[in-house]
Nanobody, 124 residues
Framework: QVQLVESGGGSVQAGGSLKLSCEVS????????VGWFRQAPGKEREFVAV????????HYAYAVQGRFTISRTNAKTTVYLQMNSLKPEDTAVYYC?????????????????WGQGTQVTVSS
């Protein structure tokens, strides 16, 4: 079992940047793929980005490609989401999640463990 804690959310103007952190703790954290998801008010949770167990492979949602970067520390215990050129439509609660698999994917229902979320608000 693993625990995930997000931090780094806040309010920023359009065009600005934020860096989210996800601290992963528990047994064998390096065995887990970690993804970022977001949920805006009145909308379903959607996939944002995922990083492989090694940190060498990543995948992004089309809406954030070229603006967001996901990375993982060598110890595999922290996963970052660097968000640049933020837009008002990026406003949401951002969650990190972990899945005990070798495959990187964006299927939220497959992720076993979730953090509590951190709010990101982008104003125009």
């Amino acid at each position: 079992q693993v625990q995930l804690v997000e931090s780094g959310g806040g309010s920023v103007q359009a065009g600005g940047s934020l860096k989210l952190s996800c601290e992963v703790s528990g047994r064998s954290v390096s065995d887990y793929v970690v993804g970022w998801f977001r949920q805006a008010p009145g909308k379903e949770r959607e996939f944002v980005a995922v990083v492989s167990r090694s940190g060498n492979y990543t995948h992004y949602a089309y809406a954030v490609q070229g603006r967001f970067t996901i990375s993982r520390t060598n110890a595999k215990t922290t996963v970052y989401l660097q968000m640049n050129s933020l837009k008002p439509e990026d406003t949401a609660v951002y969650y990190c999640a972990a899945d005990d698999t070798i495959y990187i994917h964006g299927y939220a229902n497959e992720y076993d463990y979730w953090g509590q979320g951190t709010q990101v608000t982008v104003s125009s």
